[in-house]
């Protein structure tokens, strides 16, 4: 029989999740986190751009930064942080009451990963349908987990006249 140590004892195993539907203002907060984070980096691509075209047009290298530059520059790179701080903690912590996937993850974020998303999950050429249902969400509030392809969020039921 095997021991355990103290500290099998006091995690629990990683498959008991509790079947709860997860809050939809988390998820609305972590699907804008990943909107304005997509906003912020491309804005910064859009500033190095003009930075390096206005050094390769001559401009000298020891042009000031006026402190309303630097405050945005600043500014702009602890906004992308946060809102990237945010989603990390949100789609690690929301499940699906399903099947216990965390749906807000990318699973091929970094390329292919052997995961293959699930058949009813709607899909856009060109996008993965992990994108497809971070916009669904913020459009219509609803999203269908990206693994079980069950419906986490149904539309709301008119009542009957």
């Known amino acids: 029989m095997r021991k355990f140590t103290w500290i099998e004892k006091q995690i629990p195993p990683m498959n008991v999740f509790p079947s709860v539907t997860p809050s939809k203002t988390a998820v609305l907060i972590a699907c804008l986190c990943v909107l304005v984070g997509w906003a912020l980096f491309v804005l910064m691509l859009f500033f190095m751009l003009g930075l390096f075209n206005a050094l390769a047009a001559g401009m000298p290298s ?29 789609a690690l912590s929301l499940r699906c009451p399903h099947c216990t996937y965390q749906f807000l993850k990318n ?9 293959s998303y699930h058949p009813s ?35 709301p039921q008119l009542p009957e006249v």
């Not at 020891?62 to 309303?68: E, G, K, M, Q, W």
């Not at 699973?107 to 995961?115: A, I």
């Open 121 to 155: 999950c709607p899909r856009i050429r060109g996008f993965n349908p992990w994108s497809y249902q971070i916009t669904r969400f913020l459009r219509s509030r609803r999203m269908r987990c990206i693994k079980c392809g069950e419906e986490l969020f149904h539309a």
């Open 107 to 115: 699973p091929k974020g970094f390329g292919s990963t052997g995961f």
């Open 62 to 90: 020891r042009t000031p930064i006026s402190n309303a530059g630097l405050a945005t520059i600043l500014g702009i790179g602890g906004l992308l942080s946060l809102c990237s701080l945010t989603y990390f903690v949100l």
